[in-house]
């Protein structure tokens, strides 16, 4: 065990995974024979640069990494299609990051469009002082046990890619400017800022994700666990005063976490809306028929599908919810009727 000392840190390139961590909580270096858990931070020199040229900031900023940069970031499994299939391994050998927003792990598989992962070398976990690792669950939110905000909308998709965030970004245009505060978490998926500062930027007033529930990534975490963190992540934005809540889901309807959330009677009776995101006509018609026969009240598919009049054209003749555009969906008219839907269901005690 070694003392990290402040220079040092200062030098260091953290991720924004890390970003709730005080730095003055980092106090020593780890190393030798150790197993890693999810969460735990690691500082590792950057060996080979692959396919994450950047590493995002806690700021949001995308620093470029150079062979010989040391970073700090944090361990976790992966599940992204369009990228990384990756573990924590069982040891602190040489492993890769794995995504930009600073997540550890060795790569089991990725698209082949990817040159390969960026190799690093963990020159120890980072330590609190007393001998055990920093985790991120020893940041995290406390649990909530009080009222969650009045109305509360999820947004599904189809896979990465699908426009879930663009969507639920909308929605929260669309809330926002029928006079309503707010708030805006992503529930599942793998830590990055990118989609949190686009919640913000149009107008979420306050925005939260998995990892302030103490979750680097959700892939692999216990449902029952993930339901709970969604809860504590709902009501946090119902304790800082928003009474509507827009929580995206990561990932598509067959990714394991997500069709657990989907299929979650606990999890669906929080909702007053579901709406649906999708690249194509035949998976909107699809998403979005599954989640109407789980039970969930789809108030409209939208997704890069809006950006092809002809996808359109498919899809509203197939599909039972009405298809938005994104000036739909930033409508404060329609937003409007959204939340006085909701309303009367609760009134009724639905």
Same mark, same amino acid.
């Given at each position: 065990?070694?003392?990290?000392?402040?220079?040092?840190?200062?030098?260091?390139?953290?991720? @924004?995974?890390?970003?709730?961590?005080?730095? $003055?909580?980092?106090?020593?270096?780890? +190393?030798?024979?150790?197993?890693?858990?999810?969460?735990?931070?690691?500082?590792?020199?950057?060996?080979?640069?692959?396919?994450?040229?950047?590493?995002?900031?806690?700021?949001?900023?995308?620093?470029?990494?150079?062979? =010989?940069?040391?970073?700090?970031?944090?361990? =976790?499994?992966?599940?992204?299609? $369009?990228?990384?299939?990756?573990?924590?391994?069982?040891?602190?050998?040489?492993?890769?990051?794995?995504?930009?927003?600073?997540?550890?792990?060795?790569?089991? +598989?990725?698209?082949?469009?990817?040159?390969?992962?960026?190799?690093?070398?963990?020159?120890? /976990?980072?330590?609190?002082?007393?001998?055990?690792?920093? %985790?991120?669950?020893?940041?995290?939110?406390?649990?909530? %046990?009080?009222?969650?905000?009045?109305?509360?909308?999820?947004? @599904?998709?189809?896979?990465?890619?699908?426009?879930?965030?663009?969507?639920?970004?909308?929605?929260?245009?669309? @809330?926002?400017?029928?006079?309503?505060?707010?708030?805006?978490?992503?529930?599942?998926?793998?830590?990055?800022?990118?989609?949190?500062?686009?919640?913000?930027?149009?107008?979420?007033? #306050?925005?939260?994700?998995?990892?302030?529930?103490?979750?680097?990534?959700? @892939?692999?975490?216990?449902?029952?666990? /993930?339901?709970?963190?969604?809860? %504590?992540?709902?009501?946090a934005l119902g304790a800082r005063g928003c009474g509507v809540a827009v929580i995206e889901i990561a990932d598509g309807l067959y990714q394991d976490e997500t069709a657990a959330l989907a299929a979650s009677t606990d999890f669906r009776s929080l909702?007053?809306?579901?709406?649906?995101?999708?690249?194509?006509?035949?998976?909107?018609?699809?998403?979005?028929?599954?989640?109407? #026969?789980?039970?969930?009240?789809?108030?409209?598919?939208?997704?890069?599908?809006?950006? +092809?009049?002809? +996808?359109?054209?498919?899809?509203?003749?197939?599909?039972?919810?009405?298809?938005?555009?994104?000036?739909?969906?930033?409508?404060?008219?329609?937003?409007?009727?959204?939340?006085?839907?909701?309303?009367?269901?609760?009134?009724?005690?639905?």
């Open positions: 065990m070694e003392i990290l000392d402040h220079s040092r840190l200062l030098k260091t390139k953290r991720a @924004f995974s890390t970003r709730r961590v005080p730095e $003055d909580r980092m106090i020593t270096l780890l +190393s030798g024979p150790r197993r890693p858990r999810s969460g735990d931070l690691v500082l590792a020199r950057v060996e080979t640069v692959g396919s994450h040229k950047r590493i995002e900031l806690p700021n949001g900023r995308r620093a470029l990494l150079s062979e =010989g940069d040391e970073i700090i970031l944090a361990y =976790g499994d992966r599940y992204a299609p $369009d990228q990384y299939e990756a573990y924590v391994p069982e040891d602190i050998d040489a492993c890769h990051m794995v995504a930009a927003g600073g997540i550890a792990a060795r790569a089991a +598989s990725w698209h082949d469009r990817l040159s390969g992962p960026t190799e690093i070398e963990p020159l120890g /976990l980072v330590g609190d002082g007393t001998g055990q690792p920093v %985790n991120l669950m020893d940041f995290a939110l406390p649990a909530f %046990n009080g009222p969650m905000p009045v109305c509360i909308f999820a947004v @599904f998709g189809t896979s990465m890619n699908a426009g879930k965030t663009t969507t639920a970004a909308a929605l929260v245009k669309g @809330f926002s400017e029928a006079g309503c505060r707010v708030g805006a978490a992503k529930v599942t998926g793998t830590g990055a800022g990118g989609d949190l500062w686009m919640m913000r930027d149009f107008g979420a007033a #306050e925005v939260l994700d998995f990892t302030d529930a103490g979750y680097p990534t959700t @892939f692999g975490t216990d449902h029952q666990a /993930l339901l709970t963190a969604s809860r %504590n992540l709902i009501g909702l007053s809306g579901t709406f649906f995101a999708a690249g194509d006509a035949m998976g909107a018609v699809a998403g979005s028929r599954h989640l109407a #026969e789980l039970g969930h009240e789809v108030l409209g598919i939208s997704g890069s599908l809006t950006r +092809s009049p002809l +996808s359109m054209r498919e899809a509203v003749a197939a599909a039972q919810a009405p298809v938005l555009t994104l000036p739909d969906l930033i409508n404060p008219a329609i937003a409007a009727k959204w939340l006085a839907g909701s309303n009367a269901l609760l009134a009724a005690g639905e």
